[in-house]
């Protein structure tokens, strides 16, 4: 028997999550305030569902509640369906799915305060209460299924990093870099971006979050791409720094340092571990050559359908790590004026230890 057979369900791993409270409500607001826990309980793999919410029982059953519009599509998900033909079917349906109601549980980071007064008037007796962390611990460990589609998004992500000595010519701007990125990651079967790609180039590339823009690309720049792509709703995230041209020394030394912090990182990655291990492990290394301080963000992030996802990989991170967690790996170092260098891949925690979904030469590659 699969093993994901013999695991409770999404619903009532959620709902066990979050035993102080009698209903648990997922809201979807109007786009772009959609909550990806809706598709994650209900495994649905299309549709809006604007003003739909799904309701958690503690026995792990779920209510879902959708308009007339998205009914045929919503008969695929789990739960049982109550559709609403108007906006007062939709009120009467939260009363009679939530009234009596004591203590209802809500994602915060992802609800709307319109949906809060909504709930509020369906169940005015109710406690509205904050349950994100077991939002967070349930979606952190992924199943099977979610691990085997994360890898096809990984696999697409690293195709495309290993085709950016083809796509670089002299003079392209940024903005027509990662055009090409995301042209190339459609090609091979990515239904979307998992977050606006990164294309820095030269000095732009010692901004962590640099917007593409009109500068070209010149000999001796540093290269620095940022991206990744959705499939199935499934993120990968990936960094890729490459020169076009001898770079400068410092920059050589910087990739080597940055390139070793991300294997001395990885290596504190376990069931188990903290998940602020990797970051202390690879700031120490990185503070102890001449590019102290120049780390200025945190290793990595857990993700899966959200790009950024319940767990930090900082240095104050209180999160432990639990085989099936998905996270980043991603050390840099940032000189101002001169350029920055990020490795990054996902990465799945697995009872032996850390496995790399996203692959690419790591040897620095001059173009």
Excluded at 221 to 230: Q, R, V
Excluded at 336 to 342: C, D, T
Aim: glycine fraction near 10%; include cysteine; charge should be neutral.
């Amino acid at each position: 028997m699969d093993r994901d057979m013999r695991v409770p369900g999404r619903a009532a791993r959620l709902a066990g999550n979050a035993p102080d409270v009698d209903a648990i409500v997922v809201a979807n607001g109007a786009s772009p305030y959609l909550d990806s826990a809706f598709w994650y309980l209900t495994g649905l793999r299309s549709g809006t569902f604007e003003g739909s919410f799904a309701v958690v029982n503690p026995d792990g059953s779920m209510d879902v509640a959708v308009s007339v519009m998205e009914s045929e599509t919503a008969r695929r998900g789990k739960g049982r369906k109550h559709v609403y033909p108007t906006a007062a079917r939709r009120k009467e349906i939260a009363g009679e799915l939530l009234g009596g109601r004591k203590a209802i549980g809500v994602n915060a980071g992802k609800i709307t305060h319109a949906h809060v007064e909504f709930l509020r008037k369906a169940a005015p007796e109710a406690e509205i209460v904050d349950v994100s962390d077991a939002f967070s611990k349930t979606v952190n460990v992924k199943d099977r299924k979610e691990v085997s589609t994360m890898r096809k998004a990984c696999g697409i992500a690293s195709e495309v990093a290993k085709s950016i000595p083809d796509i670089l010519r002299e003079g392209m701007t940024e903005r027509e870099a990662a055009a090409a990125i995301d042209g190339a990651m459609r090609d091979l079967g990515a239904d979307s971006n998992a977050f606006d790609t990164i294309a820095a180039f030269g000095p732009n590339s010692s901004q962590p979050h640099h917007k593409p823009g009109d500068r070209k690309l010149a000999d001796g720049d540093a290269a620095l791409f940022d991206f990744g792509c959705k499939y199935d709703m499934y993120c990968s995230d990936l960094t890729r720094t490459v020169f076009f041209g001898e770079p400068p020394k410092i920059m050589r030394k910087a990739y080597s340092v940055v390139r070793r912090a991300q294997e001395i990182g990885m290596a504190e990655m376990a069931p188990g571990a903290p998940a602020s291990a990797p970051d202390l492990a690879a700031r120490e290394y990185i503070d102890s050559t001449e590019f102290k301080g120049m780390f200025i963000h945190s290793f990595g992030h857990g993700l899966g359908m959200d790009i950024h996802e319940g767990i930090h990989v900082s240095s104050n991170s209180t999160h432990v790590f639990e085989a099936g967690n998905v996270v980043s790996a991603e050390p840099g170092v940032y000189v101002k004026g001169v350029g920055g260098i990020r490795i990054e891949d996902t990465v799945l925690i697995t009872e032996k230890g850390p496995r790399r979904l996203t692959s690419f030469p790591k040897k620095l590659t001059v173009i």
